[in-house]
């Protein structure tokens, strides 16, 4: 089972500010990573996959990038609606049929 | 529009089973797998296994082996998720989510239902 780890756990940071958020894989995932976007009392909102394709929608101050193992989300200037929790996704082969994965979450709050 | 609509929240006592719906709408039904991922509160997202709309196909996650069944009724374009021997640890948002076949990720959810177990 791959395991994502997300860091940092909590971020704080005011709007304008660019935010830098890191999944990390405990094996290699080539590119196929996912992001999310959640509000509270939402459902969560895919953002990127691929590592670093945005889905239909998403602004472009939102980016991905990476490989492998590291990924990252960069927000590049907050906007007051982007204070959520974000979370990172994969999918492994095994067990046979698949096992999707999420990464433990990273809350972006304002400082 | 693309659509998932999930049934009503749902309180269980610790023993029961639970059944939720989401009914697609808005997209070929059988071009798209389906997930489940809970949500308890506080938490982060959990996996809990996925449907193949086109056959009925189904894989779970091991931790739900033996007490999840994941159903779909072509008809009516809708997937059911029913859970048994409910205990007070499954109090969770209970979200449905679409994938494309052939991909991994997870494009449109639904709205979430909340299930309650408590006596």
């Known amino acids: 089972e791959i395991v994502l780890t997300q860091s940092p756990a909590t971020l704080s940071l005011s709007p304008g500010e660019r935010a830098t958020l890191s999944c990390r894989a405990s094996q290699s995932v080539s590119s196929y990573l996912a992001w999310y976007q959640q509000k509270p009392g939402q459902a969560p909102r895919l953002l990127i996959y691929d590592a670093s394709n945005r889905a239909t929608g998403i602004p472009a101050r939102f980016s991905g990038s990476g490989s492998g193992t590291d990924f990252t989300l960069t927000i590049s200037s907050l906007e007051p609606e982007d204070f959520a929790v974000y979370y990172c996704?994969?999918?492994?082969?095994?067990?046979?049929?698949?096992?999707?994965?999420f990464g433990q979450g990273t809350k972006v709050e304002i400082k | 529009q693309v659509q998932l609509v999930q049934s009503g929240a749902e309180v269980k006592k610790p023993g029961a089973s639970v059944k939720v719906s989401c009914k697609a709408s808005g997209y070929t039904f059988t071009n798209y797998y389906m997930h489940w991922v809970r949500q308890a509160p506080g938490q982060g997202l959990e996996w809990m296994g996925i449907i193949n709309p086109s056959g009925g196909s189904t894989s779970y996650a091991q931790k739900f082996q033996g007490r999840v069944t994941m159903t779909r009724d072509t008809s009516t374009s809708t997937v059911y998720m029913e859970l048994s021997s409910l205990r007070s640890e499954d109090t969770a948002v209970y979200y449905c989510a679409r994938m494309p076949k052939d991909y991994y990720y997870m494009d449109v959810w639904g709205k979430g239902t909340t299930v309650t177990a408590s006596s």
């Open positions: 996704q994969q999918r492994s082969n095994w067990p046979p049929g698949g096992f999707w994965t």
